[in-house]
């Protein structure tokens, strides 16, 4: 992996949301859940897509806060235009774990 500049990382816009509606993705070729996550002030809602079904049921998921990339551009996923990047690491069988902070936060909260 190459070296990035600090300057390079102050690019990702990475921030702290809500989980506000989380449905399954049927048409997904994996599968995933529809998430809209609220970030307040000037992002507002977004919409995402993400392969987390193997740990989350979409009811557990609303109302939990959520790590996420903001400044991507948006991507058709299927039938959804994902608007962010909701970030998770891998657990030993490599499937998804959610980050987020481990209080609760104000949304819309910028990583440094």
């Given amino acids: 992996m190459s070296e990035i500049t600090f300057d390079d990382f102050l690019k990702v816009d990475i921030r702290v949301g809500r989980i506000t509606r989380a449905e399954p993705f049927p048409e997904a070729r994996k599968p995933a ?37 903001v400044n991507f551009p948006p991507r ?25 902070p481990d209080q609760d936060v104000p949304i819309g909260g910028r990583l440094f």
């Avoid at 809209?36 to 193997?54: L, N, P």
């Fill in 33 to 69: 859940f529809k998430l809209w996550v609220e970030f307040g002030g000037e992002i507002g809602e977004k919409r995402s897509s993400a392969q987390i079904t193997r740990h989350y049921k979409p009811e557990q998921l609303v109302g939990r806060q959520v790590m996420a990339v």
């Fill in 76 to 100: 058709q996923i299927g039938k959804v235009m994902s608007e962010v990047l909701v970030l998770g690491v891998p657990d030993a069988d490599g499937e998804v774990v959610l980050l987020r």
